[in-house]
């Protein structure tokens, strides 16, 4: 038995309940939750924007400590600290084989897969990981371990936000020193990236938000220069880059709009890194010749393009070394039965990120 905020249907209300968590299988291991962040992806799951199987335990960006293990699990035992990977790669899929386990095909299998009860009724885990529960389980391929000198609770935005800005970042744009940025959307993924262009010593770097409100929480995590949405042209960008134009841009936001507007800030061969998620309705259009004329890049990324197992350690040394300030991100600390207020005020583009503490 655990408690957890479960989603019955799409677009139903969140209910904080107990459920039946079996004992771990073989492979698998029980966590108990220390903290998860609320990530604008479960708002996108819980109102249908992305698919999950229902009803289903969201959160997807977590950390813990294993309090049992399953048979033939070997890469973690009771007492450890562990943060939550919630593309668990299979090793063995084409991608994975050539080296990109962030685009594993079997990444999302356990998705799909009932991992708990309700009244004898299947329960599904939302990204393979269910974190907004106090405990869990989960494959042992969905654990990092934790690297030494981390705080347990704050090291859950090491499992999503953090990982997936500073990958955009330093794997997928490969941005270098000396080099201009726009960042579009400043939620927890947004600010993520901030960080990771301050330390790639990234400048200007010009953040961009709707909400004027964002402007402080921008320039604690590095932004040099800001924006409001709507001062967000072309021209704003060329003043800000000695003429040119962006050398990067960073979406985080989720929208065909803010792919346009990244895009159009970039310089001629300037580099646009899609990280929001988006749906399918939504579109935009390029036309022929300025595809050819600006000669820019407009590519995605997905969980930072990074392996968590091999990123983690690294990621912990620019905590310890101060380069990188999870708790900066943070803006508000919750309980299970207040991740609706936080949905509510990602919704009005209001805070950081929330975290659940458990
Ligand atoms: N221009 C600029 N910023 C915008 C715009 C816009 N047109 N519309 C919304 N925003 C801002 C919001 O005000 C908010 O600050 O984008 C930010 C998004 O932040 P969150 O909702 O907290 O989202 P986050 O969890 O950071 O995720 C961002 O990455 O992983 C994906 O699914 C996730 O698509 C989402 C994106
Ligand atoms: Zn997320």
New binding site residues.
């Given amino acids: 038995m655990t408690r957890a905020a479960l989603l019955p249907a799409v677009g139903a209300e969140l209910e904080i309940t107990d459920i039946d968590l079996p004992d771990p299988g073989p492979g698998q291991v029980r966590v108990k939750l220390a903290a998860a962040?609320?990530?604008?992806?479960?708002?996108?799951l819980a109102n249908g924007t992305?698919r999950a199987a229902t009803p289903v335990v969201l959160g997807h960006e977590g950390a813990g400590t294993v309090v049992s293990v399953g048979e033939g699990v070997t890469a973690v035992s009771p007492g450890a600290t562990v943060v939550l990977n919630w593309a668990p790669a299979c090793g063995s899929c084409h991608l994975c084989g050539k080296g990109e386990p962030w685009l594993c095909e079997n990444a999302f299998a356990g998705s799909v897969q009932p991992y708990a009860t309700r009244a004898g009724a299947p329960v599904f885990p939302g990204l393979s990981v269910a974190a907004f529960a106090e405990e869990t389980v989960v494959s042992e391929r969905a654990l990092v371990p934790l690297p030494d000198g981390v705080p347990l609770t704050s090291a859950a935005l090491l499992g999503?936000?953090v990982l997936?800005?500073y990958g955009a970042v330093h794997h997928a744009a490969r941005v270098r020193a000396g080099e201009s940025a726009v960042v579009?959307?400043?939620?927890?993924?947004?600010?993520?990236v901030l960080q990771g262009l301050r330390i790639a010593g990234a400048g200007p770097v010009i953040a961009?938000?709707?909400?004027p409100e964002?402007e402080a929480l921008a320039r604690s995590c590095g932004a040099t220069d800001f924006l409001v949405?709507d001062e967000?042209t072309p021209k704003a960008v060329r003043k800000l880059t000695s003429g040119q134009g962006a050398d990067h841009a960073f979406e985080?936001?989720?929208?065909a709009?803010?792919i346009r507007?990244a895009w159009d800030s970039t310089r001629r061969g300037g580099r646009t890194t899609v990280?929001?998620?988006?749906r399918k309705e939504d579109t935009f259009a390029l036309n022929a010749l300025e595809v050819f004329h600006f000669a820019r890049t407009l590519s995605a990324c997905v969980y930072g393009n990074a392996d968590p197992a091999r990123e983690l350690p690294l990621l912990a040394d620019h905590v310890r070394a101060g380069r990188l300030d999870l708790d900066a991100l943070i803006t508000d600390r919750i309980t299970l039965d207040e991740i609706p207020d936080a949905f509510t005020r990602?919704?009005?583009?209001?805070?950081?990120?929330s975290l659940v503490v458990f």
């Fill in positions: 962040g609320v990530c604008h992806s479960d708002l996108s992305l999503c936000a997936t800005g579009l959307g400043l939620g927890g993924v947004g600010l993520a961009v938000d709707v909400t964002k949405a967000l985080c936001v989720g929208r709009a803010t507007a990280v929001g998620v988006g990602m919704q009005s583009g209001k805070g950081g990120r």
